[in-house]
Each structure stands twice: as C-alpha cells, then as structure tokens.
C-alpha cells in the first residue's frame, strides 16, 4: 500500500503567487484532512472531507485559502495569493470512516516557504 | 469544548532512561484517546490507543493506561532509545461530536534521546 501522497514535497514561491497542494489519499478511505503545522501554533486541522463533501472548513484561516476534493483519490489546497505567514508544513491524513473510530494516516507533508 | 494539554518540551534523556510524558484531556462526551508520534521529517503515526477507561495501550515498549477519574492518558516507557528521539502528540477522538471524524491533538512535546 502507498499510503498517503503528497505533492510536492518542498515549495518555494514569492509572495502574491498561487500555491496549489495536492494529496492521494488511501485507497478506499473516505475522509481526508488537511492541516498546517507551525512551530507557533503546532498542529491545526483546517478542512476535512466525508465522501468528497467539506464537513469542517472552520479551520481554514481566511479567503485565501480553499479546498476541493473532486473526486475520491484527489484532493486540493490552494493558497492565493500567498504570503510569508503561510509559510508552514501543510500535511493531509486519511481514515476509513464508519461504526468505529479508525487511525488517520498522515502523509509525508509539503514544505511551504512564502518568500 | 473538548482539548488536550500536554506537558511542554522539549525533554532531553539519555539512553535507557525512564519516560513519562503527561496528558490530560477534558470532553463532553466518552472519547477514544490516542498517542501519536512524529518523527524528524515526517508526518504523524499513530503509536497505541485506547478506547474506554482502564484499557492500555501498548507498541514498541511504550504505554498508556485511559484514567477516567484523573482524565489523563500519561506516556510511558521504561527504557528509550535513540531512535524514539520525536515529537509525540496526545489525541482524543469525541464519538459524541454529531458524527465528527476529527481529532483533536495536544501541541506536542518533543523528545531528545541522548547516546
């Protein structure tokens, strides 16, 4: 099993530009999470999809942000523009959702620097 | 609300040393507590859990046992190693958040295994 991907593994862009994160999650999970982790604010859970439909967006800091997941093997996060605070490792988790609480696996994360 | 405190870091042990990291947790409802780690570079795993009050959870020589009447879940290990040198997160999973998959995590402590 691949388990989670995430791409890429390092950006590095100036401010104002358009940043897109992608993630594959586990075949046959059907929730998906994406967080921000900052030596500031530590872990932070900023979308996460049932089925593809957001339940949770309440985490995600403001307009500049978004998430899709068009289909159940792809999931977006896209920053624009983007800005130095943005800068973070951004992780996306998967779980199979059901009757019993299951493990989210993390995938490696994306290290965004916003110069 | 539901929240997770954990002891701030970072520890610094030499090999073979006693671990306890502490974890409280407070909930609304009857939740599932989980210990994960992060290790240099990479994104969470799950390393044990434990569902309902008195159960331990157990992998790689840790442990944590559920309190319900101290709502803690402290992190032990008797002997660590080098390679347990990471950043260790406590968990709580809330059954009782109208059907929500989130965890919520503690801010993480960070532990140095010295040779």
């Known amino acids: 099993d691949a388990g989670v991907i995430q791409s890429p593994r390092h950006e590095v862009t100036e401010m104002g530009q358009e940043v897109t994160l992608r993630c594959k999650p586990i075949?046959?999970?059907?929730?998906l999470f994406w967080y921000r982790q900052t030596m500031m604010r530590g872990l932070e859970l900023l979308i996460y999809?049932?089925?593809?439909?957001?339940?949770?967006d309440s985490g995600m800091p403001e307009d500049r942000f978004s998430a899709k997941m068009p289909n159940a093997s792809f999931s977006t996060l896209k920053i624009q523009p983007s800005e130095p605070r943005d800068s973070a490792v951004y992780f996306c988790?998967?779980?199979?959702?059901?009757?019993?609480?299951?493990?989210?696996?993390f995938g490696p994360g994306t290290r965004l620097t916003v110069l | 609300g539901n929240s997770v405190t954990q002891m701030e870091g970072p520890v610094t042990l030499s090999e073979e040393a006693f671990l306890t990291i502490n974890c409280t947790y407070t909930?609304?409802?009857?939740?599932?507590l989980f210990w994960y780690v992060q290790y240099p570079g990479e994104g969470l795993q799950l390393l044990l859990k434990?569902?309902?009050?008195?159960d331990k959870g157990s992998n790689k020589g840790f442990e944590a046992t559920y309190r319900k009447e101290t709502t803690s879940f402290h992190l032990e290990k008797g002997s660590v190693q080098v390679s347990d040198s990471a950043v260790y997160f406590c968990?709580?999973?809330?059954?009782?958040?109208?059907?929500?998959?989130?965890?919520?995590f503690g801010k993480g402590t960070k532990l140095t295994v010295n040779p």
């Open positions: 988790a998967s779980t199979a959702s059901g009757a019993s609480y299951n493990e989210q696996f």
């Open positions: 075949s046959g999970h059907n929730s």
């Open positions: 999809f049932n089925n593809n439909v957001p339940i949770d």
């Open positions: 909930a609304t409802g009857y939740p599932s």
């Open positions: 434990a569902t309902k009050a008195d």
């Open positions: 968990a709580l999973h809330d059954p009782t958040q109208g059907g929500s998959e989130k965890l919520v």
